[in-house]
């Protein structure tokens, strides 16, 4: 199994996407998608989205929601079968900060 990490986009206050793109699927990928936190090396045991209907190889995106406005966090894309995890290359982005009242 092969997974890279791809950009963050259309980041806002509170929210993000994040590519990846799973290269290699190996014996088969029960769950895909992207961990992260407010710290370095995200992990699984992290905040995560969780996908598990299987796209096969190439890209997808993942929507990050109730992040904190100006606020940098950490992410990388991940695959998981039968108890074994790996990871693409950390990235990390800033959200925006939060709007001004008024």
Known sequence: MKVTTGEAS???????????YI??????????GHCYA????????????EFSVTIGLGSY???LQGLEPGTKYYTKAYLNCNNKTVYGIEINFTTASADPPG
Do not use: H, Q, V
């Open 38 to 49: 407010k710290t370095p090396n995200p992990t699984i045991l992290d905040t995560r989205t």
């Open 10 to 20: 259309n980041i806002l206050s509170t929210t993000a996407e994040i590519t990846g």
């Open 23 to 32: 290269i290699s699927a190996g014996e088969g990928i029960k769950i895909y």
């Open 61 to 63: 995106t993942s929507f």
